[in-house]
């Protein structure tokens, strides 16, 4: 993996969501009734909530690499039609690196090392192997089930035709496995099959249908995306986890995200900002 695949890995892990006045909520899980994939997705996608941007003022964020951890705090805006905006502030209250995330592009200053990178979100998307990197990072900043993508053909994260739903430990289970084909394509296998290239497993709250637990592991690829949902509050009348947890594996590293969630608000303006200073070098020039 080089350094231009880092610095969108770092992107992922580098964000933070939050909220103003909580309530705890808490749940008695009664008897799980046995529904359709189909069913059990439309009422996972129907609990979301439908808002055009979220503006996550400040929050606290600790991040551990190899082992070393690091506590920032973060602030992030988002448009969901047009972009995502994340900044990273040293606890001095410096900011040290600063990364957007549009439709089409990534972009991504270094402030402490005077670095930048820019790059078209179809490379990015070829480095990770996946249709759309930021509806995966969406997705995952906003709570929502984020499913595979055949790299070939179609986006499969909405169809149910692709999942096997189970109720284990008292919440729904999606799973589905795939294979790689010898025409690079891939395949819906059982997931006892002993050439599993690529594999999902999502849980599901059956009170409130509030994904907990979403999982990506390409194993060809030896990357390992694991996001884990809890201490859900109710912020502004909605349903959202106020802590997360988010890891990643490659082959050569391992990451941990811990947040914890304090401020934000839905359905505000939010506008995008970067500049790059003409001493900053290029990261791709060192390459």
């Known amino acids: 993996m080089n350094r231009v695949k ?3 890995i770092f992107i992922i892990l580098c964000f ?7 309530n705890k909520v808490s749940y008695k899980y009664k008897k799980v009734e046995k529904i359709s994939t189909k069913h059990l997705l439309n009422n996972v996608y129907n609990s979301s909530k439908d808002c055009s941007t979220i ?11 190899n082992g070393k951890t690091n506590n920032l705090k973060s602030s992030i805006k988002i448009d ?40 078209n979100i179809n490379n990015i998307n070829k480095l990770l192997n996946i249709n759309s990197s930021y509806s995966l990072l969406q997705g995952i900043l906003s709570n929502s089930f984020f499913g595979l993508y055949d790299f070939e053909d179609k986006d499969l994260s909405y169809s149910d035709r692709h999942y096997k739903t189970e109720i284990n430990s008292d919440l729904y289970t999606l799973s589905t496995y795939y294979k790689k ?13 002993k050439n599993i290239s690529i594999y999902q497993i999502c849980k599901i709250n059956p009170n409130n249908f509030r994904v907990t637990y979403n ?16 201490d859900f509050r109710i912020y502004q009348d909605v349903l959202f986890p ?22 934000l608000a839905f359905d ?15 990261i791709k020039d060192n390459e």
């Open 6 to 8: 880092y610095i969108f």
């Open 215 to 230: 999982c990506i592991k390409d194993v060809e690829n030896n990357l390992f995306l694991e996001v884990k949902y809890s």
């Open 268 to 282: 505000v303006p939010v506008n995008s900002n970067i500049r790059i200073l003409k001493k900053y070098k290029n």
């Open 242 to 263: 106020s802590k997360m947890q988010i890891i990643l594996k490659t082959k050569k590293d391992n990451y941990k995200l811990n947040l914890k969630i304090l401020n």
């Open 80 to 119: 969901k039609e047009n972009f995502i905006q994340i900044s990273l502030v040293a606890p001095l209250g410096i900011e040290i690196a600063r990364a957007l995330l549009t439709l089409d592009s990534v972009k991504f200053v270094n402030f402490h090392d005077k670095e930048y990178f820019f790059d």
């Open 55 to 65: 503006f996550i003022k400040k929050g606290s964020v600790s991040i551990t690499q």
């Open 16 to 22: 933070l969501i939050s909220c103003k006045t909580t």
């Open 181 to 193: 084909k010898n025409n690079g394509k891939y395949s819906r296998v059982d997931e006892n099959n």
